[in-house]
């Protein structure tokens, strides 16, 4: 499945947003969803982390919880870092208990037509097959060759 985002749209999505929720985050620092979240909370965001198995452990400033349920705050994106086939269930259950929810932002590899159209019915945009991390670095001129903003530039290139 390919979409495509404009990058207005998705600068609008980041800009608008402040507090990111991301399903499926790992306290171990190699893994692709631990590096996300902790670059966008280094950018400002403050980042949710959910993961049930992970629960009252502290990842970027921010208590784990095991489900979106148990997030008090208002949250304006819901990143998915699960496999396709989970994602229904949870973007029911931020649709249920984020009423001014924005986006929800499914991972690179994570896509779900059925629950992008749920979502989209009830006024919230969908990103899928994305990184929110590589969209900010692109969009905001951060990304480099491989996708790594190393700050060195070798004179051998």
Known sequence: MKEEYSDSHLRKILTRT????????????????????????????????VNP?????????QT?????????????????????????????????????????????GVFHAGAAEIARARGVDVVMNRCPKIEYQRLYGELRMAGFNTGVISSRL
């Open 18 to 49: 402040k507090v990111i929720a991301i399903a499926g985050v790992s306290p171990n620092p190699v893994r692709p969803s631990y590096y996300v979240a902790r670059y966008l909370s280094l950018k400002g965001f403050t980042v949710i982390p």
């Open 53 to 61: 198995g992970h629960a009252g452990k502290t990842l970027f400033g």
């Open 64 to 108: 784990v919880v095991a489900s979106l349920r148990d997030i008090t705050a208002p949250v304006d994106v819901v990143d998915i870092f699960r496999r396709s086939e989970a994602v229904p269930p949870i973007v029911d259950e931020a649709l249920e208990v984020f009423p001014g929810l924005n986006t929800i932002w499914m991972q690179i």
